[in-house]
T-cell receptor
Framework: DTGVSQNPRHKITKRGQNVTFRCDPISEHNRLYWYRQTLGQGPEFLTYFQNEAQLEKSRLLSDRFSAERPKGSFSTLEIQRTEQGDSAMYLC???????????????FGPGTRLTVL | AQSVTQLDSQVPVFEEAPVELRCNYSSSVSVYLFWYVQYPNQGLQLLLKYLSGSTLVKGINGFEAEFNKSQTSFHLRKPSVHISDTAEYFCAVSELYGNTPLVFGKGTRLSVIA
């Protein structure tokens, strides 16, 4: 068990560029979550997957944000046409859920820090 | 919808002193409650969680929290802190039996002073 990994750890980009982040969950975890954390705030939920199915995406911040988990293993979060307001830490978490009950323990990765110039 | 209020943004405390980090929540339904810790340059780590049963929950690193339904609180305590406890602490809530995501508070920065 190597924990949740995220790549890259840091990303600096220019406004208007597209960026993609990758998250590798703990193996055999069937749920994968994406959060955004800005300075002085707690993590803010963006979206989550149960295996390859994206069960909630209404919290994605705009239509510039999209996420995939094509084979139910790793996931990618893409931000198109980045804006300075997108600068934040993007966190990924995974968990194993036998039945939906909301009390699953989420294991977080170290995050990807995005800076948009 | 749920919300979480962490009443103190920063808590300085001397080493070996007790500490309490306060958390209040708001929800129209029953909830699960969590405390996570975030060390510098690391991901969040679960300290403890309340799902049901005893309202006093013990977690890792000597931390415990007490669920108080009437006061809608879930305060985190440790009787004697160490320098290594310096970190950001987040309280979070999710809906009982629901597929709702975790809702986090803004965090409390615990600084342990030697």
């Amino acid at each position: 068990d190597t924990g949740v990994s995220q790549n890259p750890r840091h990303k600096i980009t220019k406004r208007g560029q597209n960026v993609t982040f990758r998250c590798d969950p703990i193996s055999e975890h069937n749920r994968l979550y994406w959060y955004r954390q800005t300075l002085g705030q707690g993590p803010e939920f963006l979206t989550y997957f149960q295996n390859e199915a994206q069960l909630e995406k209404s919290r994605l911040l705009s239509d510039r944000f999209s996420a995939e988990r094509p084979k139910g293993s790793f996931s990618t979060l893409e931000i198109q046409r980045t804006e300075q307001g997108d600068s934040a830490m993007y966190l990924c978490a995974s968990s194993f859920v036998v039945r939906p009950h909301g009390g699953d323990t989420q294991y977080f990765g170290p995050g990807t820090r995005l800076t948009v110039l | 919808a749920q919300s979480v209020t962490q009443l103190d943004s920063q808590v300085p405390v001397f080493e070996e002193a007790p500490v309490e980090l306060r958390c209040n929540y708001s929800s129209s339904v029953s909830v699960y409650l969590f405390w996570y810790v975030q060390y510098p340059n690391q991901g969040l780590q679960l300290l403890l969680k309340y799902l049901s049963g005893s309202t006093l929950v013990k977690g890792i690193n000597g931390f415990e929290a007490e669920f108080n339904k009437s006061q809608t609180s879930f305060h985190l305590r440790k009787p004697s802190v160490h320098i290594s406890d310096t970190a950001e602490y987040f309280c979070a809530v999710s809906e009982l039996y629901g597929n709702t995501p975790l809702v986090f508070g803004k965090g409390t920065r615990l600084s342990v002073i030697a």
